[in-house]
């Protein structure tokens, strides 16, 4: 047996976190302490010259506790206290030169608060659910994916390596007598994507044997849009407002020299393939022919 002999007590162990009885699909290490004993096997016994001719033992422990606590993880949250939900939508004077197109009672342009790229957010979760508004804890579902989707938003109209999105919106048009709180005058959103196809693509996504280290050919013919997330708040269609956002987004991408548009659609979306034909766009056969897949791809040419 040796001198020093260590006993360990418990182990650290990961369990699933659980909300309002709904288990959380991420796990977190629970925060249990290790506990590790050292004993002297040897022990010094020394007589002693008193009275009671006694001995005494002496016994030495050591004791020492580990806590195993998990990483911080920068996390980041939606601060609300930071949004103005009830705020006014920016007057035309406002707004100064920001490109608009103005329809019937609508203007379509581009977000300009983050209270409009909030809402716009909120609408696609809105949108997503659409068709599951009575599953349990949808409320929860709904918001958390508008706070993920408000940050990827902010972040990807951040132009990046070339690369740019624009979040582009429908509000109700400034009337003379009341004005609009933001969250109710965002009634459309889509994103507009100005994207670089990579090397050997001659389409978005297409499965190629690219070289492990390809590179992005930005050259004119290899600059395309890319539309996506349109949607309209359920008590504001049939008015025109998603052909008008389309249209006002092919004319943004047309101004920046990009004469290819494509967007994807889903193969059990027949009103959407009706709108996007009619808007001149057109399938890409050889992409639906090679990527098996619950979408259609579709492409408009600009003339």
């Known amino acids: 047996m040796s001198p020093m002999s260590t006993i360990p007590i418990h182990r650290p162990e990961f369990g699933t976190l659980f909300f309002n009885g709904s288990p959380n699909p991420y796990k977190c290490p629970r925060v249990t302490s290790s506990w590790t004993m050292a004993m002297d096997s040897k022990f010094s016994l020394t007589k002693k010259n008193d009275i009671n001719n006694d001995y005494s033992m002496k016994k030495k422990e050591e004791l020492s506790v580990q806590l195993s606590t998990p990483p911080i993880s920068k996390v980041e949250t939606l601060n609300s206290n930071n949004l103005q939900f009830d ?16 329809f019937g009672q609508f203007v379509a342009r581009e977000a300009v608060l983050d209270e409009e790229y909030w809402t716009a957010a909120w609408l696609r979760a809105e949108s997503h659910w659409e068709n599951r508004a009575y599953e349990r804890y949808v409320d929860n579902y709904k918001r958390k994916f508008s706070e993920q989707e408000f940050h990827a938003l902010k972040r990807r109209c951040k132009v990046q390596n070339g690369d740019s999105c624009s979040c582009i919106i429908t509000v109700r048009k400034e009337q003379k007598n009341a004005k609009h709180s933001t969250l109710k005058s965002v009634v459309g959103t889509l994103d507009l994507n100005i994207r670089y196809l990579l090397q050997g693509e001659t389409y978005p996504g297409e499965r190629v044997k690219a070289p492990l280290f390809c590179c992005i050919n930005r050259t004119p013919p290899s600059r395309y849009g890319y539309i996506a997330n349109l949607c309209v708040i ?10 008008n956002m389309l249209s006002f987004a092919i004319g943004t ?3 920046n020299g990009v004469t290819q548009v494509y967007v994807h659609v889903e193969k059990n979306n027949s009103p959407a393939q009706i709108l996007y034909q009619k808007m001149g766009f057109e399938m890409v056969e050889m992409a639906n022919s090679q990527l098996m897949e619950e979408t259609y791809l579709l492409l408009r040419l600009q003339t």
């Open 234 to 243: 359920k008590s504001a269609r049939r008015q025109g407002i998603a052909s």
């Open 253 to 255: 991408a047309k101004s």
């Open 87 to 102: 705020r006014l939508q920016p007057s035309d004077q406002e707004l100064g030169r920001v490109n608009r197109f103005e």
